[in-house]
Each structure stands twice: as C-alpha cells, then as structure tokens.
C-alpha cells in the first residue's frame, strides 16, 4: 500500500501551499479519497473528500481548500490558500473506506505549520 503525501512546510499565515498524494492505483483507483490532518493533542480529522455529490470540506476550510485528483497519475491533491495558524498539522490522504479501519495503513504525512 502506498499512500505518499507530500508538499507540506512552513508558511506565514495568509500564505498557500499545494499537498499533494501519490497512492498505489491498483487498490485506490476505484475509491473515494480524502484528505486529513492530526494537529498535536488531537485525533486525525477529514479535511476533504471527493464524492459523487461533488466534494465535502470541514467548515473550517471551506472556500480556502480545494480537493483534486488526477487518476492518470494517481495523485490526490490538496490546494490549500489563505492558511491559518490552525491549520497546522500533520496532513495525510486515504481512502475513506480504509481510513475508518482499525490499523489501517497510513502512509507518511506531512507537516504543514502556519506561524502567525
């Protein structure tokens, strides 16, 4: 299983970066994906997701963070603009179907942190 996020850093608030996720096609083509965050202290939330219906964002980033997917390339996508101190975290990208899954494999995340 290869979930490989990539594109965090350190950025000034108001600032943007692009995350992105390259995953195994053979077990993820056919799956709704997301992303999610883990801040210090705190469990691993859904930030955004595809869907049949269009995609799903917290309230908390909505209008500032955008989904993609380019399934060519296997690649998941997270644009992020006007960041915030709290959204400082840890990002990572899964399946929704995997993520719910006790132990389910992760894959190394990547540090986004927003100074204010």
């Known amino acids: 299983v290869q979930l490989q996020a990539s594109g965090g850093g350190l950025v000034q608030a108001g600032g943007s970066l692009r995350l992105s996720c390259v995953y195994s096609g053979s077990i993820f083509s056919s799956e709704i994906m997301g992303w999610y965050r883990q801040a210090p202290g705190l469990e691993r939330e859904l930030v955004a997701s595809g869907s049949s219906g269009g995609p799903y964002y917290i309230d908390s980033v909505k209008g500032r963070f955008t989904i993609s997917r380019d399934s060519a390339k296997n690649t998941l996508y997270l644009q992020m603009n006007n960041l915030k101190p709290e959204d400082t975290a840890v990002y990572y990208c899964?399946?929704?179907?995997?993520?719910?899954?006790?132990?389910?494999?992760w894959g190394q995340g990547t540090q986004v942190t927003v100074s204010s």
């Open positions: 899964n399946s929704l179907t995997r993520a719910i899954i006790k132990g389910a494999a």
